[in-house]
């Protein structure tokens, strides 16, 4: 059955999970530019491997193909399987389709007004083993870093680079990666932000992307960075958006860039915090704020390591551990949508959204009593819910069923109703 809807439809009860699982993604491959006709394996059917992969729990492609050779038509041999990995065109048309989708994922929540110039990305580094095998070099096969971008938005991720070599630095592969692959596709003459942790740093860098390309950084001071106060910035110390911040400063850095510094003090531990960014135009408070919520893609790197199992490259080509990463964003997108659509049907995590809520409130009492008063942002929006593993089970589970989704549901129920 072949079911045609975007994004934002809801899931059919009388599809296969399979079914609704792909459905965004229907027609996105064959409409690729990058498309071609392969009658051994066709993209959307390469597609679809590779996020199954994802979602097994093999732990090598050989294991994988044994465990899904029973289950589908057609299982590509071992050999035909690693040769797609290699493919630069199968992974400019996976790319393209992962972008795709990701311009269709509409917001989780609605973001406050005061963002509305901004696309607002958290990105990071995550760390993969290295392949089987993959060479020696001084003695020692170097694990693979991959470089990814998650729309605090919409919730989607965006692979932006692999590293080559040995361990490379996060500015180093930024720069080869480039500013248009840094503005993650989206239309000039919007902003582009990046929370990234000390890593990314670079004012001079950060002063050209800002002028040139419209790419601002927020970031963490390092301690011995010197920055020497040109101007203390005004704010609204009434406004409880500000809540926490105790200094709001126009810096010089070493290279002689100006940049901002914001020096916040977190509420429930009482920590200070200093960062620096090239964002003018948005209250200090929103500039903790942002950081804060860098956190999520942390949890997401959790989830590829820990719920999917994906800890090491599946193949020595920088080609395929490119895919590999980029298969990782699709199945991860894919899954955000159809919790979605399962939320819809009021089958979601309740438990760990009323934890969530319990643990919030807690923190609001206890930072009261110390007359430490959290900002509006940390208390009005909340942050979303992990990705829960019991989901990932039932996939597993039932993933090559061709049972309708609708009587499938109360086993996700009695494993959502669990502790």
């Known amino acids: ?78 050999s035909s399987f690693f040769e797609t990995l290699k493919s630069k065109r199968r992974l400019s048309v996976l790319n393209n389709v992962n972008v795709r989708l990701a311009s269709l994922m509409k917001p989780a929540a609605e973001m406050p007004d005061l963002f509305k110039d901004y696309a607002l990305f958290a990105a990071d580094g995550h760390w993969h083993a290295a392949a089987t095998h993959d060479a020696h070099i001084d003695e020692k096969r170097w ?30 592969a930024l720069k080869r990666a480039g500013a248009e692959q840094l503005r993650l596709n989206i239309k000039k003459g919007r902003k582009v932000l990046l929370v990234w942790d000390r890593a990314g740093i670079d004012f001079r860098l950060w002063h050209d992307w800002k002028h040139q390309n419209g790419i601002y950084f927020i970031s963490r001071t390092k301690e011995n960075m010197r920055l020497d ?85 599946w193949a020595s080509s920088l080609n395929a551990k490119s895919m590999q990463a980029t298969f990782l964003c699709l199945t991860r997108n894919l899954t955000v949508l159809f919790e979605r659509g399962l939320a819809e049907q009021g089958i979601e995590d309740v438990a760990g959204r009323k934890r969530q809520e319990s643990r919030l409130q807690k923190q609001v009492e206890f930072t009261s009593k110390l007359l430490r008063p959290m900002s509006t942002l940390l208390t009005k929006v909340l942050r979303p819910l992990v990705r829960s593993v019991k989901l990932i089970r039932w996939f597993r589970v039932h993933w090559f069923s061709a049972a309708p989704l609708r009587d499938l549901l109360d086993h996700l129920r009695r494993l959502y109703a669990t502790l």
């Open 1 to 78: 059955m072949k079911i045609f809807f975007r994004a934002s439809m809801p899931l059919l009860s009388n599809a296969s999970i399979t079914d609704n699982f792909f459905a965004p993604i229907s027609g996105l491959a064959e409409s690729s530019p990058f498309a071609r006709a392969c009658p051994g394996l066709s993209d959307t059917a390469c597609l679809k491997l590779g996020v199954t992969r994802v979602l097994s729990d093999a732990s090598s492609g050989r294991g994988f193909l044994q465990q899904i050779g029973i289950s589908i038509e057609d299982c590509p041999r071992h």
């Open 143 to 172: 694990a693979v870093g991959h470089f990814y971008a998650y729309d605090m938005r919409s919730e989607a991720l965006l692979h932006i680079t692999a590293t080559e070599g040995k361990k490379e630095h996060d500015m180093h």
């Open 229 to 313: 106060v040109i101007a203390r910035i005004p704010f609204d110390q009434s406004d409880e958006l500000n809540h926490g911040i105790i200094a709001d400063e126009l810096v010089s850095t070493s290279q002689h860039v100006s940049v901002r510094r914001v020096t916040y003090r977190e509420p429930v531990k009482g920590e200070i915090f200093e960062y620096i960014t090239t964002v003018m135009d948005l209250p200090p408070g929103a500039i903790a704020w942002l950081y804060k919520r860098r956190w999520e893609i942390e949890k997401i790197f959790d989830q590829i390591k820990n719920k999917f199992g994906e800890t090491k490259a």
